[in-house]
């Protein structure tokens, strides 16, 4: 048993510590509740909250941020606290850095109120994570990624030719969250073009099997979505449903 040691007892964290790095595992709390053991975690009080929520929020998608610096800097990085909000709206979040300098991406948003985010897809999966490592500014990740620029129409970040999705967003307005070392900026973006390649699209449909998003999972780990099902969704039929 890949269990740990507590004041409370022994702990059997086997398939948390699959998506769990193992080593924060023996910090959290363990509870023995009427349905059974489980953890208990406080974000306020457990230093690696970051590293437990990655872990069982997955997969996310992940957004690959194209933006241009006021000097004309291109920046590529990708974020995957990422996802669609509203059917014209798109969030990611930023962290800050250690010095609370804001990532380039995010001073870039700023600064210009524009960014592409293009969709990460398996074949740009080693691309993407090329990029994220934490380059000076100026660097240009696309050179380092051997990915190209393709023009844009309405804003000005040139987008990655190489992702079958790209979508063209202005900056609605960028809220802070947290404090200290866990402040991020999240960025809501208003849609303002969308691409989507020709060979992704079957008749009028999104054919995911030739899309081939990427999730990510916890820490290094990623997911293919070539495992899909469909469910129809129920109607609610009062004839059915009612008592008596
Ligand atoms: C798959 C993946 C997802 C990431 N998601 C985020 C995220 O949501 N928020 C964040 O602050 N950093 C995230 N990062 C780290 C940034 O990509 C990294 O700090 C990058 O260097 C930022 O670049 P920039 O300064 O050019 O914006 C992620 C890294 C990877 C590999």
Redesign the pocket.
């Given at each position: 048993m890949n269990g740990y040691q507590h004041n409370s007892g022994t702990l059997d964290c086997q398939n948390l510590a699959a998506h769990v790095p193992e080593d924060i595992i023996p910090l959290a709390n363990k509870s023995d509740t009427s349905g059974g053991m489980e953890l208990i975690i406080d974000p306020k009080t457990f230093e690696r909250f970051n590293a437990v929520l990655t872990g069982v929020i997955v997969p996310r998608p992940?957004a690959f941020?194209s933006?241009v610096s006021p000097d004309g800097e291109v920046?590529?990085?990708?974020?995957?606290?990422?996802n669609a909000v509203s059917y014209d709206t798109v969030v990611?979040?930023?962290?800050r850095n250690v010095d609370n300098k804001s990532?380039?991406?995010?001073r870039n948003i700023e600064e210009t109120g524009e960014f592409v985010v293009n969709i990460?897809v398996d074949p740009i999966a080693e691309a993407?994570?090329a990029?994220?490592?934490?380059?000076p500014e100026g660097v240009d990740?696309f050179e380092i990624a051997r990915l190209s620029h393709a023009p844009s129409q309405i804003v000005k970040p040139p987008r990655v030719a190489e992702s079958p999705v790209n979508i063209e967003c202005k900056l609605d307005q960028v809220v802070q969250i947290g404090s200290g070392d866990h402040e991020?900026g999240l960025v809501i973006g208003k849609i303002v073009l969308l691409h989507i390649r020709d060979d992704v699209i079957d008749g009028h449909r999104i054919d995911q099997a030739k899309l081939m998003a990427t999730g990510?999972m916890a820490g290094n780990m990623?997911c293919r979505t070539n495992d899909r099902y469909e469910m129809v969704r129920p109607v609610f039929d009062p004839e059915k449903t009612q008592v008596g």
């Amino acid at each position: 048993m890949n269990g740990y040691q507590h004041n409370s007892g022994t702990l059997d964290c086997q398939n948390l510590a699959a998506h769990v790095p193992e080593d924060i595992i023996p910090l959290a709390n363990k509870s023995d509740t009427s349905g059974g053991m489980e953890l208990i975690i406080d974000p306020k009080t457990f230093e690696r909250f970051n590293a437990v929520l990655t872990g069982v929020i997955v997969p996310r998608p992940i957004a690959f941020v194209s933006t241009v610096s006021p000097d004309g800097e291109v920046n590529l990085a990708p974020y995957s606290f990422f996802n669609a909000v509203s059917y014209d709206t798109v969030v990611f979040s930023s962290a800050r850095n250690v010095d609370n300098k804001s990532k380039d991406t995010l001073r870039n948003i700023e600064e210009t109120g524009e960014f592409v985010v293009n969709i990460v897809v398996d074949p740009i999966a080693e691309a993407m994570n090329a990029t994220s490592a934490e380059f000076p500014e100026g660097v240009d990740e696309f050179e380092i990624a051997r990915l190209s620029h393709a023009p844009s129409q309405i804003v000005k970040p040139p987008r990655v030719a190489e992702s079958p999705v790209n979508i063209e967003c202005k900056l609605d307005q960028v809220v802070q969250i947290g404090s200290g070392d866990h402040e991020h900026g999240l960025v809501i973006g208003k849609i303002v073009l969308l691409h989507i390649r020709d060979d992704v699209i079957d008749g009028h449909r999104i054919d995911q099997a030739k899309l081939m998003a990427t999730g990510r999972m916890a820490g290094n780990m990623y997911c293919r979505t070539n495992d899909r099902y469909e469910m129809v969704r129920p109607v609610f039929d009062p004839e059915k449903t009612q008592v008596g």
